[in-house]
């Protein structure tokens, strides 16, 4: 990659390339908002969320026996899916 800055590894220079790409692709003005909506929004999330803990205690208790069945399921599939493909050479 020919570019005017010099970074010292192959990761900081492709950040440094994306970055460069995002600030043709947007202007000032939509950044800003930007990263002034991800702040707000994650704050708010967290409070929310906070604010919330004692009934996800109260109502959610268990929740996670139904997201372990899932994911076993999920896995259960790729597993029958892959074990009976039939490879013709």
Same mark, same amino acid.
């Given at each position: *990659?020919? $570019? #005017?800055?010099?970074?010292?590894?192959?990761?900081?220079?492709? =950040?440094?390339? &994306? /970055?460069l790409?995002?600030?043709? *692709?947007? $202007?000032?003005? #939509?950044? /800003? %908002?930007?990263? !002034? !909506?991800?702040? +707000? %929004? +994650?704050?708010?999330?967290? %409070?929310?969320y906070?604010?919330?803990?004692?009934?996800? #205690? =109260?109502? @959610?208790?268990? $929740? @996670?026996?139904? /997201?372990? +069945? !899932?994911?076993?399921?999920? &896995? &259960? /599939? %790729? =597993?029958?899916? @892959? $074990? +009976? #493909?039939?490879?013709?050479?």
């Amino acid at each position: *990659m020919n $570019s #005017q800055h010099k970074c010292k590894s192959k990761w900081i220079d492709l =950040i440094c390339l &994306i /970055l460069l790409k995002i600030k043709v *692709m947007f $202007s000032n003005g #939509q950044l /800003l %908002f930007a990263v !002034f !909506f991800i702040i +707000t %929004f +994650t704050g708010i999330v967290i %409070f929310t969320y906070r604010k919330d803990f004692k009934g996800h #205690q =109260i109502h @959610y208790k268990g $929740s @996670y026996k139904i /997201l372990l +069945t !899932f994911i076993v399921a999920i &896995i &259960i /599939l %790729f =597993i029958i899916k @892959y $074990s +009976t #493909q039939v490879y013709i050479e």
